[in-house]
Each structure stands twice: as C-alpha cells, then as structure tokens.
C-alpha cells in the first residue's frame, strides 16, 4: 500500500507542544491539531478562570487553521477536556 505524505503545521504565532508531538499534521486533506490550552506562546497560562483559557485555547487552534486558510466552520469534529492543571 502506498503511504500519503504527512504535513507537518509549525508556527510561531502559537504555542509549542508540551510533548514530544507534532502540534498540527495534514493527512489527505483533514488537518489534526492536537490538544490546545488556554496558554499564550511565551507559554503563560492566559488566565485563571475556565472562560479566558477556553477562549485562549480556541485561539490556538485558529491560529493553526489559518497557517492552512481554513475557517472555523470546516471543523467537523472537537473534544474539549476541562482539568485543572497546575503548571
């Protein structure tokens, strides 16, 4: 079988993974972002109220649909976790 080439999203206008994986690959047209926190780039926690690191975590991920020109209506599927994380 033939295997499709990955692309791999890397932008400085976000946050880096905080492990030891890609933060966004393109795979036969759907790009998978991984898991998103309410952290800035520098990485600063953005808030601490569940509202100002959603909204932060949203960001995040427009920031990687726009590297590729895709609106936030292409979304076909999100899973949001709530945790507090002590960082």
Known sequence: SKISKL????TKKGPEAVGP?????VHRGLMYVSGQLGIDPRPILAGHDVETQTKR???????????V????G?????NV???V???
């Open 7 to 10: 692309l791999r999203i890397n």
């Open 81 to 83: 976790y709530l945790k």
């Open 69 to 72: 020109k895709v609106d936030m």
């Open 85 to 87: 994380l002590i960082l």
């Open 57 to 67: 975590a949203m960001d995040n991920l427009k920031i990687f649909l726009d590297e």
């Open 74 to 78: 292409s979304i076909i599927n999100t």
């Open 21 to 25: 994986y890609s933060t966004a690959t």
